[in-house]
DNA sequence: CGATTGCTTGATACCTCTCAACCCAGGTGG
DNA sequence: CCACCTGGGTTGAGAGGTATCAAGCAATCG
């Protein structure tokens, strides 16, 4: 269960899951500023590689910092008492996450490939905000993508059917892959499952369903090209 | 298509469902100018009056304000190609809806009940969060209120069982009322239904299941108490 | 008073969950 | 090299819950 995430030079104590990770590569100032605003936030030893399947930061947790995605895919969710698990929303590369209106964070961030992400202080950022006009917009675009993104969930999630989750779930995979059909998945049918609010049999049978009406080609399961892009957009309309 | 919120004197368009609601009643220049930011953005004549049902902006309008409810329920919502409704969130009093990232609308919003608002001007937003701190705050505050809810909700539909949903629909509204426990309903079975995701049955249905395990009681539908609240915080969990 | 609207309740069909078996690829160890 | 194990994924059979279709009730309205 515990993901205690890496990678510690020293001791890294079992009961402080919020203290994670450490330069493990350098990354150039260029990636590290990122859109030039981020100088004066980045953490010093900001940029950490997460291994799979490690907590970046666990619920609960002070919410000093928040994260850029450089490479890999990260998972924000939250554990049910019952054991279940519910996916609030992948994070791909570019992509921000760890914002959060009070102190603690409400969710858990964990990684669901090999991870590099940079951190950023969160104290002294709306003083920041307020002297730089950039900064702001910035800042107001990245919490504007992300309000969308859970608003599409929303609407996903209200939808009742097996089918119109599995392709709204692939239909926006495939917008954000390189060509807009040939998708690589980085998470298992579990997550897929945890974020779709499905079992992983029915998104298996509804990936197969889809396969055998040749919808969608998979050659591996983690390997998806979609032949009928026509009929996932008219799904999400 | 057009959601001009603004305020005809005269003649309301029959084919213009967009067009509605004009300033009924004069409201005290602190309410308008609420928390003291607003009084720059507030666009004059900005006091809206939005009978039941009608719409105060359509989806693909342009969304050049945004508004606060000063009193009543505000539904924003997403209709389908097929017909069915998923309602994103319920606005109530002192709640700031119609934000946007692009320059449409990408919800409508309708009144669940007879609605006063206040529309504020969105140009010019950025530049003035610029260089008012407050205004900065305040509007990251409503921002992050915002984005809260939505994830809220996305969790909640994420959720299986009609009785999780139904119960933590009744929870938040319990929070939300004076005394914790006495809810007012002002919409209906079909709001409820479609913002849970499920039918106007399937919601009648629980709730009636809820009130025969005296969970709730139901004197007329659209006022309900709760009776249990441990038994409902539990559900939340 | 009949018509309408919002809501509830019943019977049945359908879809997803649950439990279970099985397949496959990769890794390990004898 | 092969037996074995493990984790991820697929598939099957049956149970259970929600959607659907339909009827009926109460309050409101013209």
Redesign the pocket.
């Given at each position: 269960m515990s993901a205690q995430p890496a990678v510690a030079l020293e001791g890294v104590s079992a009961f402080a899951p919020a203290v994670i990770g450490r330069v493990m590569r350098q990354v150039s100032p260029e990636e590290a500023r990122g859109s030039g605003w981020a100088s004066a936030l980045l953490i010093s030893g900001g940029v950490l590689q997460i291994p799979q399947?490690a907590e970046i930061y666990g619920e609960g947790a002070d919410a000093a910092a928040f994260y850029k995605v450089v490479d890999g895919v990260v998972r924000t969710c939250k554990f049910r008492s019952d054991g279940r698990r519910q996916i609030e929303a992948f994070h791909r590369k570019g992509d921000v996450f760890g914002f959060e209106s009070g102190d603690a964070y409400r969710l858990t961030a964990e990684a669901v490939s090999d991870c590099t992400v940079i951190a950023y202080r969160r104290r002294g950022i709306e003083q920041l905000a307020a002297t730089s006009n950039t900064l702001s917009q910035q800042l107001f675009g990245y919490f504007m993508q992300e309000m969308t993104r859970a608003r599409a969930h929303a609407l996903v999630l209200g939808r009742?059917?097996?089918?119109?989750?599995v392709g709204a779930f692939l239909h926006d995979a495939a917008q954000r892959s390189r060509d807009g059909r040939t998708i690589s998945?980085a998470?298992?049918?579990?997550?897929i499952?945890d974020y779709l609010?499905?079992?992983?049999?029915?998104?298996?049978?509804?990936?197969?369903?889809l396969?055998r009406d040749e919808v969608i080609a998979?050659p591996v399961?983690?390997q998806i090209r979609v032949q009928d892009p026509a009929w996932l957009e008219d799904l999400a309309a």
């Open positions: 399947d009742r059917s097996a089918v119109e989750r998945l998470m298992t049918r579990q997550d499952a609010g499905l079992t992983i049999e029915t998104v298996s049978r509804t990936l197969s369903q396969e998979m399961s983690r």
